[in-house]
Protein backbone atom coordinates (compact mmCIF):
# COMPACT_ATOMS: atom_id res chain seq x y z
CA UNK A 1 0.00 0.00 0.00
CA UNK A 2 1.35 3.51 -0.88
CA UNK A 3 0.87 6.37 1.52
CA UNK A 4 -2.26 7.58 2.78
CA UNK A 5 -3.21 10.89 0.74
CA UNK A 6 -3.24 13.14 4.21
CA UNK A 7 0.45 11.86 4.83
CA UNK A 8 1.35 12.42 1.21
CA UNK A 9 0.18 15.94 1.63
CA UNK A 10 1.94 16.80 4.65
CA UNK A 11 5.10 15.78 2.69
CA UNK A 12 4.25 17.80 -0.04
CA UNK A 13 3.63 20.89 1.63
CA UNK A 14 7.14 21.07 3.20
CA UNK A 15 8.70 20.41 -0.23
CA UNK A 16 9.45 16.49 -0.08
CA UNK A 17 8.03 13.91 -2.66
CA UNK A 18 6.28 11.30 -1.10
CA UNK A 19 7.36 8.91 -3.50
CA UNK A 20 10.80 9.84 -2.49
CA UNK A 21 10.18 9.32 0.90
CA UNK A 22 8.20 5.95 0.79
CA UNK A 23 11.33 4.62 -1.27
CA UNK A 24 13.57 5.43 1.70
CA UNK A 25 11.27 4.43 4.29
CA UNK A 26 10.99 0.79 2.54
CA UNK A 27 14.62 0.49 1.95
CA UNK A 28 15.12 0.81 6.16
CA UNK A 29 12.03 -1.77 6.61
CA UNK A 30 13.83 -4.20 4.03
CA UNK A 31 16.98 -3.63 5.83
CA UNK A 32 15.44 -4.02 9.56
CA UNK A 33 13.53 -6.51 8.88
CA UNK A 34 15.99 -8.50 6.41
CA UNK A 35 13.38 -10.77 5.27
CA UNK A 36 11.99 -12.30 8.45
CA UNK A 37 9.99 -10.73 11.21
CA UNK A 38 10.32 -8.92 14.45
CA UNK A 39 10.90 -12.15 16.57
CA UNK A 40 10.47 -9.68 20.08
CA UNK A 41 7.52 -8.49 19.62
CA UNK A 42 5.99 -11.41 17.57
CA UNK A 43 6.36 -12.96 20.95
CA UNK A 44 5.45 -11.02 23.54
CA UNK A 45 2.72 -8.80 22.35
CA UNK A 46 -0.58 -10.14 21.24
CA UNK A 47 -1.26 -9.49 17.29
CA UNK A 48 -4.82 -7.64 18.45
CA UNK A 49 -2.80 -5.19 21.04
CA UNK A 50 -3.54 -1.59 20.35
CA UNK A 51 -1.57 1.21 21.66
CA UNK A 52 -0.35 4.86 21.72
CA UNK A 53 3.08 5.79 21.11
CA UNK A 54 4.53 9.62 21.44
CA UNK A 55 7.72 10.95 20.15
CA UNK A 56 9.07 12.95 22.43
CA UNK A 57 12.19 15.18 22.18
CA UNK A 58 14.65 14.09 24.99
CA UNK A 59 16.65 17.74 24.34
CA UNK A 60 16.55 21.34 23.50
CA UNK A 61 17.04 21.49 19.52
CA UNK A 62 15.30 22.04 15.91
CA UNK A 63 13.18 19.30 14.89
CA UNK A 64 13.55 18.09 11.18
CA UNK A 65 11.62 15.30 10.08
CA UNK A 66 8.62 14.71 11.37
CA UNK A 67 6.49 14.52 8.14
CA UNK A 68 9.09 11.44 7.71
CA UNK A 69 8.35 10.08 10.39
CA UNK A 70 4.39 9.70 9.88
CA UNK A 71 5.57 8.37 6.59
CA UNK A 72 7.06 5.34 8.64
CA UNK A 73 4.23 4.47 10.70
CA UNK A 74 1.87 5.20 7.65
CA UNK A 75 4.18 2.17 5.57
CA UNK A 76 3.96 0.04 8.54
CA UNK A 77 0.40 -0.14 9.74
CA UNK A 78 -1.07 -0.11 6.00
CA UNK A 79 -2.59 3.37 6.28
CA UNK A 80 -4.36 2.03 9.59
CA UNK A 81 -2.65 4.06 12.13
CA UNK A 82 -3.85 7.01 13.56
CA UNK A 83 -1.57 10.23 12.83
CA UNK A 84 -1.62 13.29 15.06
CA UNK A 85 1.59 15.74 13.96
CA UNK A 86 1.71 18.33 17.02
CA UNK A 87 5.08 20.03 15.93
CA UNK A 88 5.85 21.52 13.00
CA UNK A 89 9.57 21.29 11.48
CA UNK A 90 11.75 24.10 11.95
CA UNK A 91 10.38 24.53 15.59
CA UNK A 92 12.73 24.87 18.27
CA UNK A 93 11.55 22.36 21.29
CA UNK A 94 12.80 21.50 24.55
CA UNK A 95 12.83 18.00 26.09
CA UNK A 96 10.06 16.65 26.93
CA UNK A 97 8.00 18.30 23.73
CA UNK A 98 5.97 16.11 22.38
CA UNK A 99 6.63 15.92 18.53
CA UNK A 100 4.23 13.59 17.04
CA UNK A 101 1.58 10.81 18.19
CA UNK A 102 0.18 7.52 16.94
CA UNK A 103 -1.99 4.62 17.33
CA UNK A 104 -2.19 1.69 16.03
CA UNK A 105 -1.47 -2.23 16.63
CA UNK A 106 1.43 -2.09 19.33
CA UNK A 107 3.48 -4.82 17.09
CA UNK A 108 3.04 -1.71 13.96
CA UNK A 109 4.14 0.77 16.42
CA UNK A 110 6.96 -1.31 17.74
CA UNK A 111 8.01 -2.16 14.12
CA UNK A 112 8.11 1.32 12.96
CA UNK A 113 10.21 2.92 16.09
CA UNK A 114 13.46 2.54 15.11
CA UNK A 115 13.43 3.41 11.48
CA UNK A 116 11.12 6.60 12.62
CA UNK A 117 13.58 7.45 15.25
CA UNK A 118 16.95 7.18 13.13
CA UNK A 119 15.80 9.22 10.69
CA UNK A 120 13.77 11.96 12.69
CA UNK A 121 17.12 12.13 15.07
CA UNK A 122 19.48 12.48 12.36
CA UNK A 123 17.62 15.00 10.42
CA UNK A 124 16.60 16.99 13.79
CA UNK A 125 20.70 17.06 14.36
CA UNK A 126 21.21 18.71 11.04
CA UNK A 127 18.61 21.39 11.88
CA UNK A 128 19.77 22.26 15.25
CA UNK A 129 23.74 22.08 14.10
CA UNK A 130 22.52 24.27 10.70
CA UNK A 131 20.72 26.65 13.44
CA UNK A 132 23.70 27.17 15.42
CA UNK A 133 25.55 28.51 12.36
CA UNK A 134 22.53 30.61 11.27
CA UNK A 135 22.74 31.70 14.52
CA UNK A 136 26.18 33.05 15.08
CA UNK A 137 25.45 34.62 11.57
CA UNK A 138 23.19 37.06 12.30
CA UNK A 139 24.11 40.71 11.64
CA UNK A 140 26.47 39.68 8.58
CA UNK A 141 25.55 38.98 4.90
CA UNK A 142 26.85 35.80 5.17
CA UNK A 143 24.60 32.65 5.06
CA UNK A 144 25.58 28.71 5.83
CA UNK A 145 25.15 26.37 3.34
CA UNK A 146 25.79 22.80 2.86
CA UNK A 147 27.82 20.56 0.19
CA UNK A 148 27.61 16.99 -1.41
CA UNK A 149 29.38 15.49 1.64
CA UNK A 150 25.96 13.84 2.33
CA UNK A 151 24.76 10.20 3.55
CA UNK A 152 23.98 8.54 0.83
CA UNK A 153 20.35 7.90 -0.50
CA UNK A 154 19.78 10.65 2.12
CA UNK A 155 20.71 13.63 0.53
CA UNK A 156 17.34 15.25 -0.66
CA UNK A 157 16.26 14.69 3.28
CA UNK A 158 19.50 15.92 4.73
CA UNK A 159 19.32 18.99 2.83
CA UNK A 160 15.74 19.81 3.64
CA UNK A 161 17.20 19.26 7.19
CA UNK A 162 19.52 22.38 6.71
CA UNK A 163 16.78 24.23 4.81
CA UNK A 164 14.80 23.70 8.33
CA UNK A 165 17.89 24.99 10.33
CA UNK A 166 17.45 28.07 8.28
CA UNK A 167 20.42 27.49 5.89
CA UNK A 168 21.09 27.68 1.99
CA UNK A 169 21.30 24.22 0.09
CA UNK A 170 23.93 24.70 -2.15
CA UNK A 171 24.04 22.25 -6.00
CA UNK A 172 21.60 19.09 -4.92
CA UNK A 173 23.80 16.99 -7.92
CA UNK A 174 26.66 16.96 -10.06
CA UNK A 175 24.15 18.38 -13.59
CA UNK A 176 22.86 21.27 -11.39
CA UNK A 177 25.70 23.49 -11.35
CA UNK A 178 29.42 23.31 -12.44
CA UNK A 179 31.72 24.04 -9.83
CA UNK A 180 35.30 23.91 -10.92
CA UNK A 181 37.68 22.33 -8.04
CA UNK A 182 41.55 21.55 -7.79
CA UNK A 183 41.53 18.59 -9.73
CA UNK A 184 39.87 20.09 -12.67
CA UNK A 185 42.55 22.52 -12.78
CA UNK A 186 45.18 20.41 -12.74
CA UNK A 187 43.23 18.14 -15.33
CA UNK A 188 42.49 21.07 -17.71
CA UNK A 189 45.65 22.96 -17.59
CA UNK A 190 44.99 25.54 -15.47
CA UNK A 191 41.84 27.38 -13.70
CA UNK A 192 40.98 29.84 -16.46
CA UNK A 193 41.30 27.10 -18.96
CA UNK A 194 38.95 24.52 -16.58
CA UNK A 195 36.48 27.97 -16.55
CA UNK A 196 36.63 28.54 -20.36
CA UNK A 197 36.02 24.34 -21.15
CA UNK A 198 32.70 24.47 -19.09
CA UNK A 199 31.37 27.56 -20.05
CA UNK A 200 31.90 26.31 -23.58
CA UNK A 201 29.96 23.02 -23.20
CA UNK A 202 27.55 24.88 -20.87
CA UNK A 203 26.98 28.15 -22.17
CA UNK A 204 23.17 28.72 -19.60
CA UNK A 205 25.00 26.89 -16.85
CA UNK A 206 25.94 28.91 -13.25
CA UNK A 207 29.72 27.97 -12.66
CA UNK A 208 31.51 28.23 -9.73
CA UNK A 209 35.49 27.90 -9.31
CA UNK A 210 37.10 27.58 -6.66
CA UNK A 211 40.56 29.42 -5.85
CA UNK A 212 43.21 28.96 -3.34
CA UNK A 213 45.35 32.45 -3.81
CA UNK A 214 44.47 35.85 -4.74
CA UNK A 215 46.00 35.69 -7.80
CA UNK A 216 43.48 32.73 -8.92
CA UNK A 217 40.64 34.85 -7.49
CA UNK A 218 41.34 37.57 -10.16
CA UNK A 219 42.37 35.02 -12.76
CA UNK A 220 38.99 33.76 -12.61
CA UNK A 221 37.30 37.06 -12.20
CA UNK A 222 38.10 38.68 -15.41
CA UNK A 223 37.32 35.26 -16.84
CA UNK A 224 33.52 35.88 -15.61
CA UNK A 225 33.02 33.32 -12.92
CA UNK A 226 29.49 33.26 -11.44
CA UNK A 227 30.56 32.00 -8.12
CA UNK A 228 33.84 32.12 -6.54
CA UNK A 229 35.02 29.69 -3.56
CA UNK A 230 37.77 30.92 -1.47
CA UNK A 231 39.52 27.55 -0.16
CA UNK A 232 40.92 27.68 3.02
CA UNK A 233 41.36 31.85 3.35
CA UNK A 234 41.94 32.88 6.85
CA UNK A 235 39.70 35.65 7.55
CA UNK A 236 42.20 38.57 6.71
CA UNK A 237 42.23 36.72 3.09
CA UNK A 238 38.72 37.22 2.79
CA UNK A 239 38.64 40.40 3.66
CA UNK A 240 41.65 41.34 1.26
CA UNK A 241 38.86 39.09 -1.58
CA UNK A 242 36.15 40.99 -0.87
CA UNK A 243 37.53 44.18 -1.62
CA UNK A 244 38.83 42.84 -4.91
CA UNK A 245 36.12 40.97 -5.85
CA UNK A 246 33.71 44.75 -5.17
CA UNK A 247 36.48 46.68 -7.22
CA UNK A 248 36.42 44.42 -10.40
CA UNK A 249 32.82 44.51 -10.18
CA UNK A 250 32.81 48.18 -9.99
CA UNK A 251 35.30 48.41 -13.01
CA UNK A 252 33.20 46.43 -15.29
CA UNK A 253 29.76 47.57 -14.46
CA UNK A 254 28.59 44.49 -13.24
CA UNK A 255 27.52 43.13 -9.95
CA UNK A 256 29.83 41.57 -7.60
CA UNK A 257 30.79 38.42 -8.44
CA UNK A 258 29.12 36.01 -5.59
CA UNK A 259 31.80 34.35 -2.97
CA UNK A 260 31.63 31.51 -0.72
CA UNK A 261 34.25 30.95 1.83
CA UNK A 262 35.16 26.79 2.27
CA UNK A 263 37.73 24.76 3.88
CA UNK A 264 37.32 23.63 7.22
CA UNK A 265 35.26 26.09 9.28
CA UNK A 266 34.02 25.68 12.72
CA UNK A 267 31.29 27.16 14.19
CA UNK A 268 33.87 29.42 16.46
CA UNK A 269 34.92 30.68 12.79
CA UNK A 270 31.44 31.96 11.92
CA UNK A 271 31.49 35.61 13.02
CA UNK A 272 34.60 36.37 11.89
CA UNK A 273 34.62 34.61 8.67
CA UNK A 274 31.36 36.06 8.57
CA UNK A 275 32.40 39.96 8.79
CA UNK A 276 34.41 39.57 5.95
CA UNK A 277 31.49 40.62 3.58
CA UNK A 278 31.79 36.39 2.03
CA UNK A 279 28.10 35.46 0.98
CA UNK A 280 28.25 31.83 1.86
CA UNK A 281 30.09 29.58 3.81
CA UNK A 282 30.14 25.92 3.07
CA UNK A 283 30.07 23.89 5.83
CA UNK A 284 30.19 20.48 4.97
CA UNK A 285 29.99 18.99 9.00
CA UNK A 286 25.77 20.13 8.68
CA UNK A 287 25.65 17.00 7.04
CA UNK A 288 27.99 14.86 7.44
CA UNK A 289 29.09 15.44 11.28
CA UNK A 290 26.00 16.50 13.11
CA UNK A 291 24.96 15.34 16.30
CA UNK A 292 21.30 13.82 16.55
CA UNK A 293 18.87 15.38 18.38
CA UNK A 294 18.19 12.97 21.79
CA UNK A 295 14.39 11.75 20.77
CA UNK A 296 12.48 8.94 22.26
CA UNK A 297 9.28 6.63 21.66
CA UNK A 298 7.05 6.31 24.56
CA UNK A 299 4.80 3.66 24.74
CA UNK A 300 1.81 4.45 26.66
CA UNK A 301 0.29 1.92 28.85
CA UNK A 302 -2.91 -0.11 27.98
CA UNK A 303 -5.99 1.44 30.02
CA UNK A 304 -7.85 -1.23 32.13
CA UNK A 305 -11.43 -1.40 32.48
Aim: net charge negative.
Amino acid sequence: MSLTESVATSLREVGLDPAYVESVVRRSFEEDLDGGVDVTSQATVPADQHSTMDLVSRADGVVAGIPVAAAVFDIVSDGAAAITIVTKDGATVAGGDVLLTVSGTTRDLLLGERTALNLLCHLSGVATATRAWAQALEGTRAKVRDTRKTTPGLRVLEKYAVRCGGGVNHRMSLSDAALVKDNHVVAAGGVAQAFEAVRVMWPGLSIEVEVDSLEELIEVLDAGADVVMLDNFVPEQMRVAVGIADEHAQANGRARVILEASGGLTLPDAQAVGSTGVDYIAVGALTHSAKVLDIGADLRPLTVA
